[in-house]
T-cell receptor
């Protein structure tokens, strides 16, 4: 089964400073990667999906994928206090396989 | 469009009792997933259906847990003889699971507390 690990467990940044979150996965043949956000006691909101090595931008959110290094990251440009949430990395083997999640990074954006 | 609807949002049940959780997927979505979320284990896959047929239940505990999808508009997750370790948030998600992609859209979850 796919192993997905995220770091750091928690991250505090100042409003406007770049926030960078990391995710490693165990199966190099995976080709479906998504970043979700979960505000307290709420459901998950998909932020960005990436399927090939390189970069994918969705508004202020940019995902970078390097499958050779088993690594995908999320960068949040100009974070705001409303971006404070738990960010979850999700990986699957292919477009139509189960998504496996990491344990999350708790992001706090201070005014 | 309404999102994924889960009921109840909160449920407290005594040890040994049965708990049934309901999920109404987004209309037109052919795949429905169940996940369980705890602080210790994070988000764990339980099972999923496509076009109402069970596809993969590899994450389901073999005893006491069962899931069904009797029609395209709802799915249920039943836990028999609940135990304190079943306490978690149970999340349902649906997906179009077609050429438009397999993004999962999640409900807000059902928080189960077993006392």
């Amino acid at each position: 089964q796919q192993k997905v690990q995220q770091s750091p467990e928690s991250l505090t940044v100042s409003e406007g400073a770049m926030a960078s979150l990391n995710c490693t996965f165990s199966d190099g043949t995976s080709n479906n990667f998504r970043w979700y956000r979960q505000h307290s006691a709420k459901g998950l909101e998909v932020l960005v999906s990436i399927f090939s090595d390189g970069e994918k931008e969705e508004g202020r959110f940019t995902a970078h994928l390097n499958r050779a290094n088993l690594h995908v990251s999320l960068h949040i440009r100009e974070p705001q206090p409303s971006d404070s949430a738990v960010y979850l990395c999700a990986v699957s083997m292919s477009n139509y396989n189960v998504l496996y999640f990491g344990s999350g990074t708790k992001l706090t954006v201070e005014p | 469009n309404a999102g994924v609807i889960q009921t109840p949002r909160h449920k407290v049940t005594g040890k040994g009792q049965e708990a049934t959780l309901w999920c109404e997927p987004i209309s037109g979505h052919s795949a429905v997933f169940w996940y369980r979320q705890t602080i210790v284990q994070g988000l764990e896959f339980l099972t999923y259906f496509r076009n109402q047929a069970p596809i993969d239940d590899s994450g389901m505990p073999k005893e006491r847990f069962s899931a069904q999808m009797p029609n395209q508009s709802h799915s249920t997750l039943k836990i028999q003889s609940t135990q304190p370790q079943d306490s978690a948030v149970y999340l349902c998600a649906s997906s179009p699971w077609d050429n438009s992609g397999n993004t999962l859209y999640f409900g807000e979850g059902s928080r189960l507390i077993v006392v």
